[in-house]
């Protein structure tokens, strides 16, 4: 079974402090994303990266930024959260971008900025 | 432009009872669809999706939807529903040659006893 992780299930941080969310998988899967999703919006894409040190912005990008050093690894980063950006971030992988291939999702990590 | 639009945000239904989740599409091109459930504090799980060929499809758990292209509609259905079915739907597609993912904005299921 592929298994997408997240670091943290629930965080809580205050408004300016730097935030960093961790997403591992394990299939050895080429793509990651980083998605937000909130009520009513459905999943939005911040970004994602297919392949080690390679990104692409999404929808939403601004606020964020990412990091891939490794390939089972991608990494959302918060440079200065706000009261704005609590929400739900949810981690994808999937193998190819060629064709259809699933995206396989970590259960997600609820972020409250104070 | 591709867009989504899942036309019921909330749909309360009784156990054993029928359900339809109705999904709405728009696109230039070619489309792969879905349906994810999420349930509670969990992440999506792919449901069913349609890629070619017949376009009525069958996913896990009873549920099945049917591709309408004269319509761009995805409707999800299942003809009996489970109070383990309680969770939020969400269709999505995907452009043939693109890789992004277009979702919906969800619909929420609720199953009564």
């Known amino acids: 079974d592929v298994k997408v992780t997240q670091s943290s299930r629930y965080l809580v941080k205050r408004t300016g402090e730097k935030v960093f969310l961790e997403c591992v998988q394990d299939?050895?899967?080429?793509?990651m994303f980083w998605y937000r999703q909130d009520p009513g919006l459905g999943l939005r894409l911040i970004y994602f990266?297919?392949?080690?040190?390679?990104?692409e912005k999404g929808d939403i990008p601004e606020g964020y930024s990412v990091s891939r050093e490794k390939k089972e690894r991608f990494s959302l980063i918060l440079e200065s959260a706000s009261t704005n950006q609590t929400s739900m971030y949810l981690c994808?992988?999937?193998?190819?971008?060629?064709?259809?291939?699933?995206?396989?999702f970590g259960p997600g990590t609820r972020l409250t900025v104070l | 432009a591709q867009s989504v639009t899942q036309l019921d945000s909330q749909v309360p239904v009784f156990e054993e009872a029928p359900v339809e989740l109705r999904c709405n599409y728009s696109?230039?091109?070619?489309?792969?669809l879905f349906w994810y459930v999420q349930y509670p504090n969990q992440g999506l799980q792919l449901l069913l999706k349609?890629?070619?060929?017949?376009?009525l499809v069958k996913g896990i758990n009873g549920f099945e939807a049917e591709f309408n292209k004269s319509q761009t509609s995805f409707h999800l259905r299942k003809p009996s529903v489970h109070i383990s079915d309680t969770a939020e739907y969400f269709c999505?597609?995907?452009?043939?040659?693109?890789?992004?993912?277009?979702f919906g904005a969800g619909t929420r299921l609720f199953v009564k006893a």
């Open positions: 299939m050895d899967h080429e793509n």
């Open positions: 349609y890629l070619s060929g017949s376009t």
């Open positions: 990266s297919y392949d080690v040190k390679m990104k």
């Open positions: 994808a992988s999937t193998r190819s971008l060629d064709t259809y291939n699933e995206q396989f």
């Open positions: 696109s230039s091109v070619s489309v792969y």
């Open positions: 999505a597609l995907q452009g043939k040659g693109g890789f992004k993912t277009i």
